[in-house]
């Protein structure tokens, strides 16, 4: 089992590298948005719903960034859309299985839950990533409360750049199944950069704490 995990992840990091790091020529990304310093971007995924991608450059340090993410019981610290996130499988020190209920909000009335597996990994020049996508599994069985969502990917990506800054990268390919509504969801621009901002900024916090 341990080897079709890896098999899994191997492809869907290669995937997620490219997307995070091609020339916005190269994937044919459209630029929605620049605020506060986050740029956003999108183009059309396989499934009708947008990949999107965020960039921003932040004072943080990449290895506590991607150790912060890692340990699931701090998530409350950076996360704010989470209600939940338990381990339910480490695979090896850097496989894990989790579990996220998220919380209910305007957009999507009934709460989604989720069962992702992740990998970490680090490249030569100092970049730490995060790399998931959903799985099934029988210890996390779907409950019929909840609309079971799929992370199509997700990546998290910590580059150093000039002067000790790092650019932050992060890809998203989501699928909220259940009635979500396509339109609304895919021209949420907006609410993404605000909630990558937040995001960043609160992490950034959790590292100082280290």
Do not use: C
């Not at 996508?133 to 199509?152: D, G, N």
Request: aromatic share 10%; charged share 25%; glycine share 4%.
């Amino acid at each position: 089992m341990q080897a079709n995990y890896q098999a899994e992840l191997e492809q869907l990091q290669t995937n997620a590298i490219e997307l995070a790091y091609q020339t916005i020529e190269e994937g044919k990304w459209e630029k929605e948005i620049e605020q506060d310093g986050v740029v956003f971007y999108s183009k059309p995924g396989s499934t009708g719903w947008k990949i999107t991608r965020s960039e921003l450059i932040a004072e943080i340090d990449p290895k506590k960034a991607v150790d912060v993410l890692r340990d699931y019981t701090r998530f409350q610290e950076y996360n704010h859309t989470a209600q939940e996130i338990n381990l339910i499988k480490k695979i090896d020190d850097n496989i894990s299985i989790q579990y996220i209920l998220t919380k209910p909000n305007q957009v999507l009335q009934q709460q989604r839950d989720i069962v992702t597996l992740s990998r970490v990994s680090s490249l030569p020049d100092g970049t730490f990533f995060i790399v998931s996508k959903s799985i099934e599994v029988p210890e996390a069985p779907i409950k019929e409360q909840y609309v079971r969502a799929e992370i199509i990917l997700s990546f998290f990506g910590f580059k150093p750049v000039e002067n000790g800054q790092t650019l932050v990268t992060m890809v998203q390919s989501f699928d909220p199944k259940g009635d979500a509504p396509k339109d609304l969801l895919n021209s949420l621009a907006n609410k993404v950069v605000n909630y990558n901002k937040l995001f960043v900024e609160n992490l950034k916090k959790a590292t100082i704490k280290e």
